[in-house]
């Protein structure tokens, strides 16, 4: 097997290794020019949020479960805390999702995590809807309109159970979930640009470390003399 098959996951495993500031930030930014695909794994229908008031199975209270027709799409604690207030604010009405369609990515199928852009609107709220938002901080101050929720949210799917437990504050929905692999590709033209940059990143970071270690045992030296 020739030597350059190796070449890439050689040098970026000396890179990452080392610890190098300059290696590593090489490196990390050949990861954002990767390209990037999607294949459709299969479909499904969302037809309500619910936020379960108590644990159900291995599900604790407070967890967020996207209901599908074939799937239930169970977010994680973090997902769970932001999305879930919103259904529990108490506001006079419902949301809007503004999306026509909900893209479900998977990065490893056979975990059957995911991760979903969801975007929230609400609109024409009362005074006492306003008062509400703003006591409880439900959207962030950056957007324009104070009105809209668009985040990314985690989390694990499942095959639906047979049974739907009475148990939760249901937000209805009917919007159609498209499940996708995402798969990332290094950029070769790119890569290779990183591998032609790799000695002079690394030599800097010696440099680095040996301008860094004398100062450093200089001063520790002083700070001894100087109780």
């Given at each position: 097997?020739?030597?350059?098959?190796?070449?890439?996951?050689?040098?970026?495993?000396?890179?990452?290794?080392?610890?190098?500031?300059?290696?590593?930030?090489?490196?990390?930014?050949?990861?954002?020019?990767?390209?990037?695909t999607y294949k459709d794994i299969g479909s499904d229908r969302l037809t309500s949020f619910r936020l379960t008031r108590a644990a159900v199975g291995d599900l604790p209270a407070g967890t967020l479960i996207m209901i599908g027709e074939k799937n239930w799409y169970v977010l994680n604690e973090a997902s769970s805390k932001t999305l879930g207030k919103y259904l529990t604010a108490g506001l006079s009405h419902r949301y809007t999702l503004k999306q026509d369609v909900l893209d479900v990515t998977t990065r490893d199928p056979a975990a059957r995590t995911f991760q979903v852009y969801v975007a929230l609107s609400y609109d024409n709220p009362s005074e006492a809807d306003r008062a509400i938002i703003k006591?409880?901080?439900?959207?962030?101050?950056?957007?324009?309109?104070?009105?809209?929720?668009?985040?990314?949210?985690?989390?694990?799917?499942?095959?639906?159970?047979?049974?739907?437990?009475?148990?939760?504050?249901?937000?209805?929905a009917s919007l159609p979930l498209r499940l996708r692999h995402e798969e990332?590709?290094?950029?070769?033209?790119?890569?290779?640009?990183?591998?032609?940059?790799?000695?002079?990143?690394?030599?800097?970071?010696?440099?680095?470390?040996?301008?860094?270690?004398?100062?450093?045992?200089?001063?520790?030296?002083?700070?001894?003399h100087h109780p």
């Open positions: 097997m020739k030597l350059r098959t190796f070449t890439l996951p050689l040098l970026a495993t000396f890179a990452l290794t080392l610890g190098g500031c300059f290696t590593t930030a090489l490196w990390v930014d050949n990861t954002k020019h990767n390209k990037i006591a409880k901080q439900l959207f962030s101050e950056d957007h324009d309109n104070d009105g809209e929720l668009s985040e990314i949210f985690q989390g694990t799917y499942y095959p639906a159970p047979t049974t739907l437990p009475d148990d939760g504050q249901p937000l209805r990332s590709r290094p950029n070769p033209l790119h890569t290779g640009l990183t591998i032609l940059k790799t000695p002079a990143a690394l030599l800097g970071d010696a440099v680095m470390t040996a301008l860094i270690i004398p100062v450093a045992l200089i001063a520790n030296a002083g700070a001894a």
